[in-house]
């Protein structure tokens, strides 16, 4: 199979590694199969929306790029004191560091899996000394489908209290106390990523003997304080995002299932035209919906699909919850003019009762008081 995964991929295309990003989007869209199957093949995918002709929206200005990098770098100052202030502050974790007092180690090794292993001797002496540390930029290693996907949060933090904090510091700014509610779902889906990465180092502690560490289910996040560049940070609940995830990692290994019901000699090779590569892209049952548009790079692509066929979910996916059977927008209009659907559907009857209220208006006029 892996020689399957490989021919959809086309052979002289390396495959892309997973990251943090690419998993916490696939917890985002959990039931979409065309991501499922490009993703697990390794496919490229902004190499492919770019041979689709349809360039995915992605990336940061370099401005936003060097602002970023200009404000982690503050947050980390003085050996991460301010940072450290700020996980006590949100979450304990045990006395109040002293300023200077934390540990910094140093996690430079060769290669993604050098710096994993050197992440997980540093985890596991910082928990056992109990006091505070900060890993800066750690690297960690989780097993996706088979194969170690390495990921890099942005800290984690090590309380003397043995918990493990993962830290997101982000740009955008939390005015009042709240940040922009779909970004920090986007920051908790990705922070979920790392937790479920500690739980396993910190499973091999425990069966080692060790002292076993708590990995809080509450990430850190950091962001710039009512547009100042001063740090303000909150505790964000990714329970949810956990289990959203783990269970979305156990289904990647179904991805040869997928794969097996592809026609034979399909491919995503990207060197393939666009009519032949869109064809093989659309063999492949997807869910779009305008989430998809901050999370995956062929969202420009499913777009256009879904609204050629008129699909609802491309107008959001709590409005096609909310019309149970009806699946496009031309049998939602045919319900609510009463030319089709089933009138004891629920959603039949409301379109229904709203169509001819619309009617009564529209045939009254309006009046403006
Ligand atoms: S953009 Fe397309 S492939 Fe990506 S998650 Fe959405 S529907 Fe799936």
Request: with cysteine; hydrophobic share 45%; glycine share 8%.
């Amino acid at each position: 199979m892996r020689q399957r995964l490989a021919e959809l991929r086309g052979p002289d295309v390396p495959p892309q590694p997973l990251d943090a990003r690419a998993l916490a989007a696939l917890a985002a869209n959990p039931g979409c199969r065309r991501r499922a199957v490009l993703d697990g093949a390794g496919v490229p995918k902004a190499a492919l929306a770019q041979s689709l002709g349809s360039p995915s929206g992605f990336g940061q200005s370099q401005f936003a790029f060097m602002r970023g990098h200009a404000f982690e770098a503050r947050v980390k100052s003085d050996g991460g004191a301010e940072l450290l202030r700020l996980t006590h502050a949100c979450l304990g974790g045990g006395p109040e560091p002293e300023p200077g007092s934390a540990q910094v180690p140093d996690l430079s090794a060769a290669g993604p899996r050098g710096r994993a292993g050197r992440t997980e001797i540093a985890l596991r002496e910082a928990t056992a000394a109990g006091a505070w540390t900060l890993l800066d930029h750690p690297m960690l290693a989780l097993d996706v489908a088979g194969t170690p996907a390495f990921l890099e949060p942005d800290a984690v933090v090590v309380a003397p209290d043995g918990t493990w904090t993962v830290v997101e510091i982000k740009s955008f700014p939390m005015i009042d106390g709240a940040a922009d509610a779909a970004k920090v779902g986007a920051a908790a889906r990705q922070s979920a990523v790392y937790v479920l990465a500690l739980d396993d180092v910190a499973a091999r502690m425990a069966a080692d003997g060790e002292r076993a560490p708590e990995v809080r289910r509450h990430a850190l996040l950091v962001c710039p304080k009512d547009f100042s560049n001063l740090p303000a940070a909150s505790a964000v609940d990714v329970r949810k995002q956990c289990a959203v995830t783990r269970r979305q990692l156990s289904r990647l290994t179904r991805v040869e299932d997928i794969a097996a019901t592809l026609p034979p000699g399909l491919t995503f090779d990207v060197a393939r035209p666009a009519d032949e590569l869109s064809a093989a892209v659309d063999a492949v049952p997807a869910t779009y919906a305008p989430e998809c548009l901050a999370a995956c790079e062929l969202a420009f692509h499913c777009r256009e699909q879904a609204r050629a066929r008129g699909e609802l979910t491309a107008l959001g996916r709590s409005l096609r919850a909310d019309l149970g059977s009806l699946t496009t927008i031309e049998e939602t209009l045919a319900a609510a003019r009463g030319d089709a659907g089933d009138p004891d559907d629920p959603a039949v009857a409301a379109l229904r009762r709203a169509g001819a209220l619309r009617a009564e208006a529209l045939a009254g006029g309006a009046r403006c008081p």
